[in-house]
């Protein structure tokens, strides 16, 4: 069951900018999603850490901080991948008495598989549409949710877009990205989009963007 929830501060904000967009307010959100993307290494370097050892946060210690950061309650959203999600939010229900909006990362493209301290290719190939989790998971923690069970998670995500000047590879983002969205709509799931500069774009790069 959901507890009454606290009113949360980027709802408030958002009210206040769409109303006045030349408010002051601004959107702070902190990325904590970086284990769909970097393996053992996401954690970051413990404190502990020396020169002559490779020794990284464990998920335990990294998701404690994500708890830390939740309860000093300084930013909006807290970005989180699909599994911190399941356990901050849905089992322990960090978010109920907080204004911090609990979102997660809704896609990992290819150009995102970072794993493997630079030994992989992945990410120098030109970046295929990928969905590790679902909607449904995001919302209620398993495969398909009753309209009730859509409450106990998250209904906030960040779905990232990465073209490279190829028709083909990016029709196929393209319609990846709308088959989301038209999913999203139906079952009351909000997203925000993050669009990366081509990855990969060979020859095709265009000349404003860097490589």
């Known amino acids: ?16 900018i769409h109303a006045n967009p030349s408010c002051r307010d601004f959107i702070l ?15 970051g370097r413990s404190p502990e850490h020396h020169a002559s050892e490779a020794r990284f946060r464990t998920l335990d210690e990294y998701r404690q901080i994500i708890r830390e950061i939740v309860a000093q309650g300084l930013v909006d959203i807290m970005l989180m991948s699909a599994s911190t999600n399941e ?55 398993k495969g398909e949710c009753t309209p009730e069970e859509r409450r106990l998670g998250a209904d906030l995500g960040l779905y990232s877009v990465t073209f490279n000047n190829d028709v083909e590879l990016d029709l196929r983002t393209l319609e990846a990205y709308k088959e989301f969205r038209l999913e999203a ?24 963007v860097p490589r």
């Open 1 to 16: 069951m959901v507890a009454n929830m606290v009113a949360k501060s980027l709802d408030e904000k958002l009210r206040r």
């Open 185 to 208: 709509e139906r079952k009351g799931f909000r997203h925000f989009l993050e669009v990366f500069s081509p990855n990969a774009p060979g020859e095709n790069a265009p000349r404003d």
């Open 87 to 141: 356990l901050l939010t849905i089992r322990e229900r960090i978010f109920d008495r907080s204004h911090v909006t609990p979102a997660v990362r809704a896609n990992d493209a290819t150009d995102i598989w970072l794993a493997g301290g630079g030994l992989g290719v992945y990410d120098r190939e030109p970046s295929r549409p990928f969905r590790t989790t679902t909607i449904d998971h995001m919302m209620c923690g």
């Open 29 to 43: 959100a902190d990325a904590k999603d970086a284990d769909m993307a970097f393996g053992l290494s996401a954690p």
